[in-house]
């Protein structure tokens, strides 16, 4: 992106502190500027987006739909320059980390052992963020990344923490703890190569009921669901061990061949390394260690 496809800062300060008050008056107020000057940016702004931003009303502002779309951008791109320029400058003392973490990873391996984390480090302030779709995205917010997938799709920084196996996983009292494949209801992880099919076709087996499986967006969907007596999930090894340890879930079936993907460390770079992310890659590098992937 060039400089001339972005717009001056002036102006989106001056729309962001105008979409917070509702007001050029007040936002003029907190940004030490006349009350004329803001509304002359917020107009170059609009003028620049070919978008109006505001209903101007006679004593205040309404955010059109444009506005109102538009502002969660402007807000992020300020909070990502903040956490940068904190992280650049010191002013955090090493004390914050942004972990970019898979969903069902945060959800049931991680969020379970945080504890563990926090008594070593209590000092320890983590930003856990958890995309669905298009991780890159947001990957550039993050000082490190756990991510689902292929050793072939991830970078060469990226360290392997799991090689799982792949299963379906039931409540024990669904179906009376003896659940029928052939009429029970079933989820699938969207978009991974751990499925129902997979799991028939490695046993030699067809699998004829392709059209009721039901998708959800994340490992952690399907697992609640399960969790809840919906049905059977295909699940792997990471996500539900200490649940199926614990009695909350139990596998239904022996058959366990291995998944293609796995979860990877995408470390901070040496040279960004601060205090935070280094206590935390030694704690998850202690967790990994006392729960091996899985071979």
């Not at 992310?277 to 071979?295: N, R, T, V």
Request: include cysteine; proline fraction near 5%.
């Amino acid at each position: 992106m060039t400089a001339s496809n972005l717009p001056p800062l002036t102006w989106l300060r001056a729309f962001e502190a105008s979409a917070r008050h509702l007001s050029f008056t007040r936002a003029a107020g907190e940004l030490n500027l006349t009350q004329s000057a803001v509304s002359q940016h917020v107009r170059s702004l609009e003028s620049f987006l070919g978008r109006e931003l505001f209903v101007r009303k006679t004593r205040a502002l309404e955010l059109t739909e444009a506005g109102a779309n538009y502002l969660p951008i402007v807000r992020e791109a300020f909070d990502l320059i903040a956490t940068g320029t904190r992280a650049f400058t010191g002013g955090d003392r090493g004390r914050h980390l942004v972990v970019q973490c898979n969903m069902g990873f945060s959800v049931f391996w991680l969020a379970p052992r945080l504890h563990r984390l926090y008594a070593r480090h209590p000092w320890l302030v983590l930003n856990i963020v958890t995309p669905i779709w298009d991780p890159e995205r947001h990957a550039a917010q993050a000082a490190m990344e756990i991510r689902f997938g292929r050793a072939e799709d991830m970078s060469a920084a990226a360290q392997r923490l799991t090689q799982d196996r792949f299963f379906p996983v039931c409540a024990p009292d669904y179906h009376g703890g003896r659940p029928d494949f052939d009429t029970a209801t079933l989820f699938d992880c969207a978009g991974v190569t751990g499925t129902w099919e997979a799991w028939f076709k490695s046993q030699g087996r067809p699998f004829r009921r392709a059209g009721e499986v039901n998708l959800t967006s994340s490992f952690a969907i399907e697992i609640t669901a399960a969790l809840n007596g919906a049905g059977l999930a295909m699940a792997h090894d990471s996500l539900v061990t200490d649940l199926i340890g614990d009695g909350r879930l139990m596998r239904a079936g022996d058959h366990a061949p291995k998944l293609t993907e796995g979860y990877f460390l995408l470390p901070a770079a040496s040279h960004a390394a601060t205090p935070a992310s280094e206590a935390f890659l030694a704690w998850l590098q202690d967790e990994i260690g006392q729960h091996p992937a899985h071979s």
